[in-house]
């Protein structure tokens, strides 16, 4: 299985800190408005808002009643109005209505607007321009990094991708900087710094201005090593299907900041029940990082196992009964409760995904990765199409086709995604194939992911926005792709290839593995060309006190700007299991295929 670890790995630092800092940063905001006040939070924020302070932290704190931002009329009675959002320029208007509603109605209260993670000036300036600036008072909530598990810490700002690779909005820079250096202050100082990618770099050079403005201190280090990734770097792995067990909970039951909710159909019940999904879940926690395909004999084992401890109470005396109930029976019950779940959970996805083929689709994605039986692909991806299955899931294949094979030659499509065609071309994610290549081009039949009627055909007009993928000569440059002589064991992987089968290596954290082993770029100098260069490494400057520690030199803090997928985890789990390091993954958002398409659909919000 793929859960053996080495014996000499290093302890991870302890992240709750971030926890404690932004729920005592927060409380601090709240109190500055004294006095009892209603406290509006915006949809997206309260997630994230649950894990740092509960209801009864807020209520703590003078915070009366709760209310999501809805943008309609407020009802609340409170003389005092508390905002806790992103710095959005709806959301700022919306409360500048309900403040100027407020005045027409000769209702006099205070506004606090509470931006967070930082405020941004233009939404100072609609204050300014609706003639708010006086009557409400902003703060903002530095809430950078949330930690969702041991190892993985998030910035929940699913737009980061969007914004920046797409409109090239590079207003989250700073944020990202800013979460760095949060991270070098308290956990630092860092040996060394690898990175590629153009916002890579910028968030590196954003830490560095703010490090070099700050007060330089000597402290024991906690983490060596940081490697900071684009995501535009490798588009192909989270374009494939995930096939980890915590990949596919997240495919299809939607992952939201560590908790997952379990539909009846999963729970054998009436009601639907969160779980947060975390290494202190035991029975999570051992199969997280399996292929699917090992996940119903693991917990198999499990239940026999679990009976078998039940089974203990057989002929105990009474002595013997009262310690096994104070002692085990408590943790047994928590065991089968949460043994029953991730069952129901398993049963769940085997029905979905044998309702999909899943198996002809898998071998569709791996015959594309290896370059392999592309007419049968383009086929297979034409039926897909034809049969509407889900236009998401066609865009995905599209997308991937075009990334393994450089492009298609011509499509058509319904003209009402116009928009969202141009959107994946811009990122590169849909090439058009040049003249006197070889691939067969896509018939008219993508026309049928929107409207066969509206059909219309993609013009040269955005032909320079286009960027050539280089997957095939990475792909050779890397082994990315094993070699298929012998049949890939999957219950013992050898490789970070078990996370798609044994098909394919993930190209990120191939990189990652390569650098680390290399001490930086030197030898992978043909690689970063294809990638379009944009790679540094940096020795740090600062030392810690008496020296770093060896341990943190053999745990590695890997940043993914624009968000990374749980199989890119699982991978990077297991590479640190085999090389001794421990990785902390640092990400935007977390993200999967179905985001990052839905990313950029024209009608995305």
Not at 80 to 101: G, Y
Not at 242 to 265: H, N
Not at 488 to 513: H, N, Q, T
């Amino acid at each position: 299985m793929a859960n053996s670890a080495r014996r000499d790995s290093p302890e991870l630092p302890d992240f709750s800190l971030l926890k404690r800092l932004a729920r005592d940063q927060l409380i601090y905001l709240l109190e500055q408005l004294p006095g009892k006040k209603d406290l509006f939070i915006e949809a997206d924020l309260m997630s994230p808002l649950d894990r740092i302070a509960n209801v009864s932290t807020l209520k703590q704190h003078e915070v009366d009643k709760l209310y999501k931002v809805e943008y309609k009329p407020v009802v609340s009675t409170s003389d005092q109005l508390c905002f806790l959002i992103r710095p959005r320029i709806q959301t700022v208007k919306w409360i500048c209505d309900v403040a100027n509603a407020d005045k027409a109605a000769g209702k006099f209260r205070r506004y606090k607007i509470i931006f967070t993670p930082q405020k941004f000036y233009a939404c100072e300036a609609v204050l300014e321009e609706q003639g708010m600036f006086g009557d409400v008072t902003t703060d903002e909530w530095a809430f950078y990094l949330l930690p969702l598990d041991d190892d993985i810490i998030s910035l929940e700002l699913p737009e980061f991708f969007r914004d920046n690779f797409l409109a090239g909005d590079q207003r989250w820079m700073r944020t990202a900087g800013s979460a760095l250096h949060l991270l070098h202050s308290l956990y630092g100082p860092f040996s060394k710094v690898y990175g590629i990618g153009r916002y890579s770099k910028m968030a590196y050079e954003s830490w560095r201005e703010q490090v070099e403005q700050g007060e330089q201190r000597a402290r024991q280090a906690e983490i060596g090593n940081v490697f900071l990734i684009d995501r535009d770097v490798d588009f192909v792995t989270p374009l494939c299907s995930q096939v980890v067990y915590e990949g596919l909970v997240d495919d299809i039951f939607r992952i939201k900041c560590g908790c997952v909710e379990f539909s009846p159909d999963v729970t054998a019940s009436d009601k639907s029940v969160k779980v947060m999904l975390n290494s202190q879940d035991k029975v999570f926690n051992e199969i997280r990082n399996e292929h699917f395909s090992n996940v119903f004999g693991f917990l198999s084992q499990k239940a026999r196992n679990l009976q078998t401890a039940y089974d203990k109470r057989r002929g105990m005396d009474i002595k013997q009964m009262k310690t096994f109930v104070s002692e085990e029976l408590k943790g047994l019950k928590q065991e089968h409760r949460l043994l029953s779940l991730h069952i129901g959970a398993s049963e769940s996805i085997m029905k979905k995904k044998t309702k999909q083929d899943f198996q002809e689709l898998l071998k569709t994605e791996h015959s594309l990765l290896e370059g392999f039986e592309i007419r049968e692909c383009i086929s297979y991806i034409e039926e897909h199409i034809s049969r509407q299955v889900s236009m998401i899931e066609s865009l995905r294949l599209l997308c991937l086709l075009s990334i393994t094979e450089n492009g298609e030659l011509s499509f058509s499509y319904g003209v009402d995604h116009l928009l969202t065609f141009s959107n994946l071309r811009q990122l590169g994610l849909l090439v058009e194939q040049q003249p006197g290549e070889t691939l067969t081009v896509m018939e008219s039949r993508v026309g049928k992911l929107v409207n066969d009627k509206t059909a219309g055909k993609l013009t040269d007009a955005f032909s320079s926005l286009a960027k050539k993928s280089n997957f095939r000569a990475l792909s050779r440059k890397l082994n990315l792709v094993p070699k298929s002589d012998e049949e890939y064991d999957l219950r013992v992987p050898r490789d970070m290839a078990y996370i798609f089968s044994g098909a394919y290596v993930p190209l990120s954290c191939k990189l990652i593995e390569q650098v680390l082993e290399r001490d930086g770029w030197t030898g992978l100098e043909e690689v970063t060309r294809l990638l379009n260069g944009n790679e540094f490494a940096v020795t740090g400057q600062i030392t810690s006190i008496n020296g770093a520690k060896n341990d943190a030199q053999r745990i590695i803090l890997v940043m993914f700007l624009g968000g990374c997928t749980f199989s890119e985890i699982s991978a990077l789990r297991f590479l640190g299991r085999e090389k001794g390091y421990k990785f902390i993954v640092v990400t935007t958002a977390i993200t999967n295929s179905s985001r990052l398409i839905e990313s950029l659909l024209d009608n995305h919000v």
